[in-house]
Nanobody, 122 residues
Framework: QSQLVESGGGLVQPGGSLRLSCAASGFTLDYFAIGWFRQAPGKEREGVSCISSSGGFTNYSNSVKGRFAVSRDNAENTVYLQMNSLKPEDTAVYYC???????????????WGQGTQVTVSS
């Protein structure tokens, strides 16, 4: 039974940090790129970041460049999203998803986690 599970969301003050985790069970993450997406109320889902299967390639949306960092520990079958200097506009449900390659099209990701809520507020 293949599954992705996000964790680490919560409430944080503006300027604070959170680290999200994306853990796989039932399959090995080593072979797949992992994308991070987010969706805020009333807005479309947007891509945030992606990391290649080896970890050698990463990309970020313009809105999070310089503040977020994606990494992976294939030995632990887990991908992370470190979020620093958080802003209220970062508030959203964050999802991780697996694909063969880092691509912008959401439909290329074959499995999605359940999402974890991130709220940035004072």
């Amino acid at each position: 039974q293949s599954q992705l599970v996000e964790s680490g969301g919560g409430l944080v003050q503006p300027g604070g940090s959170l680290r999200l985790s994306c853990a796989a069970s039932g399959f090995t993450l080593d072979y797949f790129a992992i994308g991070w997406f987010r969706q805020a109320p009333g807005k479309e889902r947007e891509g945030v970041s992606c990391i290649s299967s080896s970890g050698g390639f990463t990309n970020y949306s313009n809105s999070v460049k310089g503040r977020f960092a994606v990494s992976r520990d294939n030995a632990e079958n887990t991908v992370y999203l470190q979020m620093n200097s958080l802003k209220p506009e970062d508030t959203a449900v964050y999802y991780c998803a697996a694909s063969v390659l880092c691509v912008p099209e959401s439909y290329e990701y074959f499995y999605w986690g359940q999402g974890t809520q991130v709220t940035v507020s004072s």
